[in-house]
């Protein structure tokens, strides 16, 4: 779909961005409203194009230094009419730009209230889910919780030079996946002073034993799960909408560890978490290998602003 680009800057950097912007191909609408920008105190101009000009009008807005002096706004057209230009929007892709990707995983992963009840929600879901030997229980655990954009951010920052967003993903998987385990633990304390009690000794139940042990197959189906998480996210679409989730086992092996300390079975948690290190592994490097790739071909070698 084509982007639109509102930036707010003084008159004299206006000016220039207008004429720079001009003589860019693919662009679709441009407008100027002259003292319109209230904070910061300036010029609006808005500009609408093609989504594969949108690096260049981005390359150009850095050029002038508008980010650090201005403010600059994207948005996508959930629609769009102009016969001149469709020729260009039917053949156009749907990668996004660096800045919109970081604003997604932002966006779902900050150690915020919502994250953090979630992480908690899904680990109490995915432990009775397992407790009871319940499928579609621990699928709908997977699809509540964020667990795998915190680990994309780590090879995307380093990817696309942000090495500052490191520190933010690291801090959102421990304290997100801390929550997990906690909300994993309580349900199964819950559970317990409840009386009820598996069918089949843990370790024995199939989805236990699935998701604490490894397989070929099972590896296998992690790793395409990983690679099709970084493939989404360049598309800016959200990764708990997709069905990645549900191929990776970052939810219910990680509930396992609080299952597993509960109850007494420290084996069991220990192997819930090589298992998510396994899938953790498989993220950081194949969504860093997409990642790579992507700038080196899509990015032309761009890095973030």
């Known amino acids: 779909m084509p982007r639109s680009i509102e930036v707010a800057v003084d008159a004299q950097t206006a000016s220039l961005m207008l004429k720079g912007v001009a003589r860019l191909d693919g662009i679709i609408g441009l407008s100027h409203q002259p003292g319109a920008s209230i904070s910061p105190p300036g010029d609006l101009v808005k500009v609408t194009m093609v989504n594969e000009s949108t690096r260049e009008v981005l390359d150009l807005l850095r050029e002038l230094g508008v980010p650090d002096t201005g403010s600059i706004s994207m948005s996508e057209p959930t629609s769009f009419m102009a016969e001149a230009h469709q020729a260009k929007v039917n053949q156009e892709s749907n990668e996004t730009v660096w800045d919109e990707m970081a604003f997604l995983l932002r966006n779902d992963t900050n150690p915020t209230f919502n994250y953090m009840l979630a992480m908690a929600t899904a680990g109490a879901v995915a432990a009775g889910g397992l407790w009871t030997d319940t499928l579609h229980l621990i699928v709908g655990a997977m699809i509540i919780a964020p667990a795998f954009e915190p680990l994309a951010r780590i090879p995307f920052a ?16 421990l304290l997100g996946n801390l929550m997990l385990i906690l909300g994993a633990g309580f349900c199964t304390v819950l559970l317990e002073s409840w009386g009820s009690r598996p069918a089949v000794p843990l370790p024995e139940q199939q989805w236990v034993a699935y998701w604490s042990s490894f397989t070929f197959g099972g590896v296998l189906v992690s790793a395409f799960g990983a690679v099709a998480g970084a493939v989404v996210i360049g598309g800016q679409r959200a990764v708990l909408t997709t069905g990645v989730m549900i191929t990776l086992a970052l939810i219910p092996s990680m509930a396992l560890v609080g299952v597993g300390v509960v109850t007494g079975d420290l084996s069991l948690a220990g192997l819930g978490f090589l298992r998510w290190a396994a899938d953790a592994v498989l993220v950081l490097l194949l969504s ?3 990642f790579e790739a992507k700038r080196r071909w899509l990015h032309q070698g761009r890095a973030l602003s």
């Open 158 to 173: 380093l990817v696309t030079g942000a090495r500052r967003l490191v520190a933010s993903g690291l801090s959102s998987i």
């Open 288 to 290: 860093g290998t997409i």
